[in-house]
C-alpha cells in the first residue's frame, strides 16, 4: 500500500524557515517523480514543485521558486521542502503528492500557520 | 501559466441526479487532464486521468471527457457518498495548474 507521511508543519513566525519531510513507502522510491501541492484555507490548490526520481531536476511554480526548495533522499525514502522567508500567504495545508504524469497518491497533508 | 476555468463553484444535487463539472483550459492542454475528489477532512484523491481514464477502484459512474481545451467530469448518477469538492488540473506544461474547486452537496 502506497504511503505518504508528512511532518514538520506548525505555526511559525514571518520571515522564519521552516523544512517540511515526507517519508514514502510501499513504493519504489527511487522511480518517481514527486511533488509539493498546497492548499489555502480557503481550499484553494496550488502546485509547489516537482523533482525527478534521481533528485537531479526540480520545477517549480515561478512565484515561489525564490524562496522554496524541493530536493529527496532515496535512501530514506524521504522527500523534502525547506520554506524560507515566510510570509502569511503561505499559511495551507501542504500535501505531499507522487507524480505519475499527474499526482496519484496525496499524503496526509500537513499544516502551516504563519503568523506573528 | 495554464488557467484552468472551473464551473459551477457549487451545486446542491439529489441522489440520482446527473451532474457535470466543467473545465476550459485557457491554452491546448491535449489530454493531460486529471480530475480529484476530496471529501470533508481528506486529502484529495484522484479519480480521473489522461482525461478519460478512470482510477482502480473509482466506480463506474464518473467518467470524464474530453480534449485540447474543454473538459468534463459526470457524475451519471450522485450518490450519498458524493458530497465532496471535486478539481481539474492540467499536467501538460509547468506550472501545473488546478481549476478553482466544485463544492458538490445534497439537497
Known amino acids: 500500500e502506497v504511503q505518504l507521511v508528512e511532518s514538520g508543519g506548525g505555526l511559525v513566525k514571518p520571515g522564519a524557515s521552516l523544512k517540511l519531510s515526507c517519508v514514502a513507502s510501499g513504493f519504489t522510491f527511487s522511480d518517481y517523480w514527486m511533488s509539493w501541492v498546497r492548499q489555502t484555507p480557503g481550499k484553494t490548490m496550488e502546485w509547489i514543485g516537482d523533482?525527478?526520481?534521481?533528485?537531479?531536476?526540480?520545477n517549480y511554480a515561478p512565484s515561489l521558486k525564490n524562496r522554496f526548495t524541493i530536493s529527496r533522499d532515496n535512501a530514506k525514502s524521504t522527500l523534502y521542502l525547506q520554506m524560507s522567508n515566510v510570509r502569511s500567504e503561505d499559511t495551507a495545508t501542504y500535501y505531499c503528492?507522487?507524480?505519475?504524469?499527474?499526482?496519484?497518491?496525496w499524503g496526509q497533508g500537513v499544516m502551516v500557520t504563519v503568523s506573528s | 501559466n495554464t488557467v484552468m476555468t472551473q464551473s459551477p463553484t457549487s451545486m446542491f444535487t439529489s441522489v440520482g441526479d446527473r451532474v457535470t463539472i466543467s473545465c476550459k483550459a485557457s491554452?491546448?492542454?491535449?489530454?493531460?487532464v486529471a480530475w480529484y475528489q476530496q471529501e470533508t477532512g481528506q486529502s484529495p484523491k484522484r479519480l480521473i486521468y489522461w482525461a478519460s481514464n478512470r482510477d482502480t477502484g473509482v466506480p463506474d459512474r464518473f467518467t470524464g471527457s474530453g480534449s485540447g481545451t474543454d473538459f468534463t467530469l459526470t457524475i451519471s448518477n450522485m450518490q450519498a457518498e458524493d458530497p465532496a469538492i471535486y478539481y481539474c488540473l492540467q499536467h501538460n506544461s509547468y506550472p501545473l495548474t488546478f481549476g478553482s474547486g466544485t463544492k458538490l452537496e445534497i439537497k
Open positions: 491554452q491546448n492542454v491535449g489530454i493531460n
Open positions: 503528492t507522487r507524480e505519475l504524469g499527474a499526482p496519484d497518491y
Open positions: 523533482i525527478k526520481y534521481d533528485g537531479s531536476y526540480t
